[in-house]
């Protein structure tokens, strides 16, 4: 007995008929264009490496010219805001409350010995709590200090090595220009997810799907005729989120609408499939919904490098990521908004995406078949 044959009549009226579906049925709609507006302005405000007025205490135990001088660089920076204390007993409760993030004690015999050309040292107490603050703290009490050295030129007795750093991509250092791009690959991939899987599980709910099976459409038209529509949604909502980052949080796209829209239909391969495959397991809407918030949204956020390197995690771990499309969406678009069409990195990106989808689509026609039991 032959394969069934692909009728390409067959498939236009069954992508019709899933066109139709998606405009009369508003929760689509509201998970295509409303939730990914949501979301990103949630990861844009509420999600930010950027750290600035963090409260420290900065302790002078002994007012000198030099010591009040550098305790006035630390007040000139606007990245911490400082409270200044004659011992650092008067500030030890402030840290046990968590108002104060740090301690900066400049020693009474600082002038002293900054004159005689000895060993200055300056002691930094952080709140180890909170590691990240912590380390900023330490780090740019040392920048701080560095940077008024430079400036007394009566403490130098030798010019040394003036370190000059610059910063590509991203000069200015804003979290924002990073986590905006990489925020929309999380969110495209907990849409494409959702548009798939809940909508699918509904017709399994509410037996319109048994009425498709009974057709003589083959597993690869309904398959495809899924597909296409909801494929046209997610990339309508990759680049409104796309817009709304150039336009509301002012992320500059430095390469091409053409490459987003290649990297964008790459990456719904995965995330549209993965979507079928819940709803040929699943044939429910809730059980849909917390597999596509397990298997989609956690890893994406926690596993593409988003908020955590990749090469910082674990060995196993770091293999895990492989099989995660937002690994590749992430670093592409973050490569796009920032550096602009590098498509030595975009190819093998693509490959990756497509290949992942090829296997959820494998197995979702693996494990959907024209029958009702």
Do not use: H
């Not at 600035?52 to 920076?77: K, R």
């Not at 609408?257 to 964008?264: F, K, P, S, V, Y």
């Not at 917390?290 to 490098?305: D, E, N, R, T, V």
């Amino acid at each position: 007995m032959s394969a069934p044959t692909v009728s390409a009549e067959r498939l236009m009226g069954l992508i019709r008929k899933e066109s139709l579906q998606v405009v009369r049925d508003p929760s689509s709609i509201l998970i295509a264009f409303v939730l990914p507006v949501v979301l990103l302005l949630l990861f844009a405000f509420a999600v930010s490496l950027d750290l600035e007025d963090v409260p420290v205490g900065v302790v002078i135990e002994n007012p000198g010219a030099d010591t009040v001088d550098l305790g006035a660089a630390f007040e000139a920076t606007i990245w911490l805001d400082v409270t200044f204390a004659r011992d650092r007993r008067e500030l030890i409760p402030r840290i046990n409350d968590g108002s104060l993030r740090g301690l900066i004690v400049i020693p009474q015999d600082f002038d002293a010995r900054l004159r005689s050309g000895g060993e200055t040292p300056v002691q930094v107490i952080t709140d180890g709590s909170q590691p990240n603050t912590a380390n900023f703290v330490a780090n740019y009490t040392e920048g701080v200090i560095a940077n008024w050295l430079a400036g007394q030129d009566n403490l130098r007795a030798a010019p040394g090595v003036a370190l000059e750093p610059r910063f590509w991509f991203n000069p200015e250092l804003e979290s924002r220009k990073v986590i905006v791009p990489g925020s929309i690959a999380v969110v495209m991939t907990m849409i494409g997810t959702l548009l798939t899987a809940l909508v699918v599980a509904r017709e399994w709910e509410r037996g319109t799907m048994e009425a498709i099976m009974s057709t003589p459409a083959t597993i690869l038209e309904i398959l495809a005729a899924k597909l296409l529509p909801y494929f046209l949604l997610g990339l309508g909502a990759t680049f409104l989120c796309a817009g709304l980052a150039t336009t509301v949080f002012g992320v500059s796209l430095g390469g091409s609408w053409a490459a987003l829209a290649i990297l964008g239909s790459a990456f719904l391969v995965p995330a549209l499939g993965q979507g079928l495959l819940i709803s040929a397991l699943s044939r429910n809407q809730f059980v849909a919904a917390q597999i596509a918030m397990f298997s989609g949204f956690l890893p994406a956020f926690l596993l593409s490098g988003l908020l955590f390197e990749i090469s910082s995690m674990p060995v196993p771990i770091q293999v895990l990521t492989y099989v995660v499309p937002a690994r590749y969406f992430v670093s592409s678009l973050q490569t796009l908004f920032l550096a602009g069409d590098v498509w030595n990195q975009f190819l093998p990106a693509i490959a990756a995406m497509l290949g992942i989808g090829f296997v959820f689509f494998a197995i979702t026609a693996a494990n959907t078949r024209k029958r009702l039991d």
